[in-house]
């Protein structure tokens, strides 16, 4: 049983920085790609960042520039760097493996509140 558990966020001005972090624990096989999402009220859930095991990223175009996604094969830990953050960046965000990069064996965590106000 893979468990992803997400933290590091909480409330931050706008223009200031945040890291989140996702542990995963339990299971015995790889996780090809690793991923954050984030669910903001009122839409639909979207991909943030992706990383694979060997370094490969993508992000949604809305965070390029701002946003670092970055993983430690040995701790099993994944991160997300948040720079310059914005109010339309307040979310929930969701820590994401999917084992095979097919979509069909895929864990989430339980998600970690980011709130970007003054």
């Known amino acids: 049983q893979v468990q992803l558990v997400e933290s590091g966020g909480g409330l931050v001005q706008p223009g200031g920085s945040l890291r989140l972090s996702c542990a995963r624990s339990?299971?015995?096989?790889?996780?090809?790609?690793m991923g954050w999402y984030r669910q903001r009220p009122g839409k639909q859930r979207e991909l943030v960042a992706t990383i694979t095991s060997d370094g490969l990223t993508n992000y949604a175009d809305s965070v390029k520039g701002r946003f670092t996604i970055s993983r430690d094969n040995v701790k099993d830990m994944v991160y997300l760097q948040m720079n310059s953050l914005k109010p339309e960046d307040t979310a929930v965000y969701y820590c994401n493996g999917d084992v095979n990069g097919l979509g069909s064996r895929k864990y989430w965590g339980q998600g970690t509140q980011v709130t970007v106000s003054s």
């Open positions: 339990g299971g015995i096989f790889s996780i090809y790609v």
